[in-house]
T-cell receptor, first 115, second 111 residues
């Protein structure tokens, strides 16, 4: 049972470097999300995609970009990493689109440290 | 904007006790409410999902209730065990596929 796979699990990165966090789901969910989790701030939505080919900005999108070329993959890119992007990043997915649906599933997270 | 609150932020109980975790939300226009468990260094694991038309859901020793009109949900854990120690988060889903999370209750069950 795979569910949502994130890679890498952990990464230390120099400031200014470009980094892509990968996320793949095998549940054929239409909606996918990227959150960051920081102590004291909880989970904050970075970007989301309601269906392949579309993306939207969440609460904290600055410095991040996403793409959704197909149903399964939703990579998150940091174009030029800064220390404030040190965080744990979670990818999530749900089958959404009707009023009675949408259980949210999470990956195991990617711990990113920017020095 | 929806605000989700979980009180207390931390809870410590002796093994065997029954306990209740609370979740409140400000906007009752929700599709569903979900309870999660998060162990240190791990992702969020879904425990229970309650649709807006439902009043409660049960899974093993866990029972979650939903009172949409008052903006409240509770997670009841029966006969707590040390393995229940974790952070418990609630989240509500609203139109537009947006999810709003509480900041969690950190539970410690003392053997």
């Amino acid at each position: 049972i795979a569910g949502i796979t994130q890679a890498p699990t952990s990464q230390i990165l120099a400031a200014g470097r470009r980094m892509t966090l990968r996320c793949t789901q095998d549940m054929r969910h239409n909606a996918m999300y990227w959150y960051r989790q920081d102590l004291g701030l909880g989970l904050r939505l970075i970007h989301y995609s309601n269906t392949a080919g579309t993306t939207g900005k969440g609460e904290v999108p600055d410095g991040y970009s996403v793409s959704r070329a197909n149903t399964d993959d939703f990579p998150l890119t940091l174009a030029s990493a800064v220390p404030s992007q040190t965080s744990v990043y979670f990818c999530a997915s749900s089958q959404s689109g009707t009023s009675l649906s949408g259980e949210l599933f999470f990956g195991e997270g990617s711990r990113l440290t920017v020095l | 904007k929806q605000e989700v609150t979980q009180i207390p932020a931390a809870l410590s109980v002796p093994e065997g006790e029954n306990l209740v975790l609370n979740c409140s939300f400000t906007d009752s226009a929700i599709y569903n409410l979900q309870w999660f468990r998060q162990d240190p260094g791990k992702g969020l694991t879904s425990l229970l999902l309650i649709q807006s038309s439902q009043r409660e859901q049960t899974s093993g020793r866990l029972n979650a209730s939903l009172d949409k009109s008052s903006g409240r949900s509770t997670l009841y854990i029966a006969a707590s065990q040390p393995g229940d120690s974790a952070t418990y988060l609630c989240a509500v889903r609203q139109p537009g596929n947006q999810f709003y999370f509480g900041t969690g209750t950190s539970l410690t069950v003392i053997p």
